[in-house]
């Protein structure tokens, strides 16, 4: 009788331990790209990874928060080379941001808008 409920126990552990871990996945890769915000930002520097053959651009704030620029397919987003060419070392720029920032897991937000601050 023990053993079967530790057996049990167990089996409850692993399957909580399930849920917690596909909840961790859900919210890391859907609830975060949606969810898009108006900041302001600086920037500190620019680089552009497109000619290294990748397929997107770095922003560095005054902040010290990295950010991609990248075309984001799920929000209809294509124009990611015309927001980094009109950024400007220096300029301070309203940002749409979207996505989250999880820097033990490499990612960035991606902005997908700018506007100079007067």
Do not use: C, H
């Not at 950024?87 to 897991?105: D, F, H, K, W």
Request: no cysteine; glycine share 8%; aromatic share 10%.
């Amino acid at each position: 009788m023990k053993k079967r409920l530790k057996n049990l126990s167990g089996e409850i552990f692993v399957l909580l331990g399930t849920v917690i871990v596909a909840l961790a996945f859900y919210l890391v890769f859907t609830w975060g790209d949606r969810a898009v915000t108006m900041i302001e930002i600086t920037v500190v520097e620019k680089v552009d990874n497109s000619e290294a053959g990748k397929s997107d651009y770095r922003v560095t704030a005054d902040t010290g928060e990295e950010f991609v620029i990248q075309n984001a397919e799920s929000q209809g987003f294509y124009a990611a080379s015309k927001v980094f060419k009109m950024l400007e070392v220096g300029r301070t720029y309203q940002a749409l941001v979207t996505g989250r920032r999880i820097p033990i897991l490499g990612m960035k937000r991606n902005i997908i808008e700018a506007i100079p601050s007067p």
